[in-house]
């Protein structure tokens, strides 16, 4: 993939998650779900057909209710590649999102003086 590419899907990725993190009007939508649970680089999710929680790497994770986000962080086990294990946590969603907010600025950034490096050889 071109970083030109790249770029384009990252730019139009940011736009979606300041909306969910910035919304207009000073975010004064109601939600019942506002919790989501991340372990390690992934999400927690939930198969809609077998009702059973898994890790996910979604672009737009699942949310919960806080009361349900505190069972999943207490009963969810999860291990990386060396058998450490790796807790759950709880994140606010508009945290979650202005979070990778900053992550994909990063990455934009990087890109860009890539670009100019590569244009001055």
Not at 50 to 57: D, K, Q
Not at 59 to 85: F, H, L
Request: glycine share 6%; aromatic share 12%.
């Amino acid at each position: 993939m071109e970083f030109k590419d790249l770029s384009k899907q990252l730019k139009q990725k940011l736009r979606g998650y300041v909306r969910h993190a910035y919304p207009k009007g000073g975010g004064t939508c109601i939600q019942s779900h506002n919790w989501i649970v991340t372990c390690g680089a992934y999400t927690v999710g939930m198969n809609h057909e077998t009702r059973i929680t898994e890790l996910e790497n979604k672009d737009y994770p699942s949310q919960w209710e806080k009361d349900t986000a505190t069972q999943i962080v207490a009963n969810v086990k999860a291990s990386n590649c060396y058998g450490e294990v790796v807790v759950p946590e709880m994140m606010y969603f508009r945290d979650w999102y202005k979070m990778k907010i900053k992550e994909i600025n990063m990455v934009l950034n990087t890109i860009e003086k890539y670009e100019k490096y590569k244009a001055g050889l």
